[in-house]
């Protein structure tokens, strides 16, 4: 193994801040030891390397070295050196007040946290079985739909913390996701964060209101960094999440307002509707409505149920075609 750097080098030293550009022949990091430094002693133009600027040169080198070294990744870099904001390519990873983020967009100037950075999580529960291994057929083959390298789970580590995501969890060799290691994930499932389920820990304070279509259930997240956020349990719930601007805004199934009008008369011995309009129709042998025969005048009802309409498809409320499916959530 190469060195581990204590310190970096000339720490306490005597050190000569380098400029980024040349200027004057003098050492830079843009040229660094520049020709003059070569020149004859006899050449008035001639410059010695000096020990301070040397010093400089191997403290920065040695200071990079010792951060990575010991952080893996670097820190958060808010000036390009020209007094510009230094741009961040998409994918890359930084390290911001003891927290590791990585960019979710290309050219970001913005320091973290902020919606151009998330949490940069690592997966740790790669096993041995991760290593694809030849079978006797000759067929590579990579460990069980449990392990988080298998081609069932690698999609769990691309999720971003508070993405919500679907599995058909009715299909055979479907796997959950995995609560074992550093990412946490939660199901938007009421009832679940009892000891040994799968919310337990991630879930409290669960509150159900309401009943029957407009029921609402809803939980407090425990932990990570969307902690004391609460969230809907949707499977529980049956609600879909639909794209808008207002992110979060909640709302009960509903349908396009219908309406109509019935216009009567009465006549000697007899009622008539004369007329109709909207979503009602009105027919009838006199030619002008719809004319009872009652002698004696009395009340007429209309009645409007969708059910009696031919072939409907009614319930309790409004719905679409569909397949239901199992929602989760990551946290951490």
Known sequence: MA????FPWAVNGDRQPIPDEAAGGSVSYQQGYTPDYSLPKTDPN???IGRQPFNQVLNDATANIKEWQEQGFPEFIADDGLGNLYSYPETAVVRFNGVYYQAVVDGTTTAPPSSEWRVFAFDTEATADSVPVR??????KIGAPTDRAHPLRLGEMG?????????????????????AGDAKFVKLTAGLDGAGQF????????TITGSGPTIEITAEIATGPLAGNTIHLINSENRYLMPGKNSGAVANDQMQRITGQFQGGDSIGAKQIRSASGAFTATGSTGNGIQSTAITPGPFIVDFDSANSPSARTGDHTNVKHIETTYYMRIV
């Not at 060195?3 to 204590?6: D, E, L, Q, S, V």
């Not at 079978?135 to 590579?140: E, M, N, P, Q």
Request: aromatic share 8%; glycine share 12%; charged share 25%.
């Open 159 to 179: 999720k971003i913390i508070g993405e919500t995501f679907n599995l058909a969890t009715h299909l055979n060799g479907i796997v959950e996701p995995s609560n």
């Open 199 to 206: 919310n337990e820990g991630l879930l409290i304070n669960e």
């Open 135 to 140: 079978d006797s057929g000759g067929t590579f």
């Open 3 to 6: 060195k581990y750097i204590r």
């Open 46 to 48: 001639r410059k010695s």
